[in-house]
């Protein structure tokens, strides 16, 4: 700001027009509020506080609080929402079946995505269809998502135990099982998060010139040799980009457990935002749910803490 | 023995666009080769076939007694200097130029002497470990020519390689490309479409055009004894002047050969014109003439001014005759009979001074 001209300078002393005079435009006393910085990150400040800060700063006090949504009593609580939480020994599963939840739909996305994107990288009539076609569960609405795979994994009646059966393996319970109920949740959140990455990781390969390869071809580079030495070296930033998006994706997934397994069988596929929404909205215990808000948040920051601190160092921009 | 052969080769695209057709080419061992011609006209799809990065459909290619036509690009005994350098942006300088000498399956030892011995011939030993997105372009460039040196091929391609660097910095990369040449012993083939680049830096150059050689030779020799109007048009600087002349021959004279005043021993054309534009050049100048013939170029060391009259005398010894299919015409009698034909057109005299009578004035 203070490396601008000042109003009057633009009006210069020989009498004769300058270009772009800002206080010919506007009215003087304006002119001067909109030179101040705070003015104009003002919108900004004032949206994220209302819709951001000023919730979680709520979050954050209701999370020491009694509150009965029904009775609308409120009395102060100290800690003992934030103890009864460490006391249930749902909590402990919930982070658990979480851990393992995002682990593993962020690892096999973004392996599932790679391969993908590499088979499909040439543009030709047919991978432009495939393309599209992997790209469609993302568009459809998790509901309709959930009742196809219900079908599918339908313990008598679905084709996903009719193909098992045919190969020689057990069938299956899936989600009526707790041995599988999470599998069957992680199965169905890597199939419609699929298209998106695929999606993503096609771009990025197809920013990659096709002079590099050429190089590394008179450079005697094999395949795999340019898969892991150029190739995903010079994704990296895309790959980046979709670990950061998709973690944060997985442990906040909520809609895929409420409409497969609600949680269930015995808790054995809830996960922690569900969880949070059986306290808050189910028990009507609403200290204890953003109690809990407040513990999933400083997880959530402490794993993309990790992930940058982990990767940014070997992604290439 | 590295010389390279291209025997009836032909290049059709997949979208049905033949680019080189039944072209046969041989580029000599140990020579520095330019392939010049026109945005378009094969030369840089004729270098990636040498390479192998562009599959030939028809046809037969050598590099020195093997026919390579169908090897991978790694096993041509081939390095190569792209236009945008090519370079991994993700290694280092070191690693850039590690990464083939890896892969060739040379010991460890062999690699840092080879890698000491190209980052010091190009004097990048400062930025050995730098990303090459801290480096100029200049200093890229000689990335790309270090990976292509570590390799010790027999052959080395470039294509534009000095396209990219500013006026100053790739008149030295030209001659230093000169003096590698001279050090590598390596045959060199260089695809450019300046010709200026080819005449100053090809023992061999080959001029194409829509996909097929106009004529191959020393820089000397395509300047002075060009076949066809492609080549007096496109080789010197600027190219020949072309007039049309009746029976539909055509009559071409280099600008620099072309005289305001009438030199001793004359006997030639007499061109009277006006001066249209005139560009300083420094030690001459370039100026556009109206004639009767049609505007033709002259670059001159004599000063005139524009709108002036002048006469452009071209000697007799200067000019060159096409026919009808624009192929130079070499047979002696047509050439008597086209400058005397050059006489009945209207405001064309054909001046024949005889050195007695020169003397005698």
Redesign the interface.
Known sequence: MQENIPAKQLHDKKGGPTLMKPGRMLPRALNKVLQNPYVLIAPAVILVSIFSLYPILFAVKVSFMNWDVVTGEQSFAGFNNYRSIFADPDSMQVLKNTLIYAFFTVCFGLIFALMIGILLQKSTFLTNLVQSVIFTPHIVSFVSVTIMWMWLLDPQMGIVNYVLKMFGFEPQLWMMSPKTSLLSIMIVSIWKGLGFSAMIVIAGLQSIPSYIYEAAKLDRSGRWSTLFRITIPLLSPTLFFLLITSTIGAFSSFDVVNLMTGGGPQGSSNLIVHWIYQIGFLKFQLGKAMAASVLFLILIGFISLLNFMFFSKKVHY | MSAIQFENVRKTYPNGKTVIDQLNLEIRDSSFTVLVGPSGCGKTTALRMI???EDVSEGMIRIGAANVTKL????RD???V?Q?Y?????MTVKRNIE??LK??GLSKADIVRRLDHVISQVGLEQYANAMPSMLSGGQRQRIALA?AISKQTSVFLMDEPLSNLDAKLRNQMRSELIQLHKNLQSTFVFVTHDQVEAMTMGTDIVIFNEGRVMQTGTPKEVYNNPDNVFVATFIGDPGMNIVSLRMTCQLGFRPQRARFTMPERFQGVVLPGEIMTCETLGMDSLYHVRTTMGTILVKSEEEREFGDNVSVYVAEQDMFFFDMHEQRIRDAGRILQLTQSILLKEGVYVAREHSGEAAAR
Do not use: C, K, S, T
């Open positions: 390479a192998g990065l991978e690009p790694g096993d081939v390095a190569m792209f945008n090519a370079i991994y942006p993700h990464f083939g892969n060739q990976r």
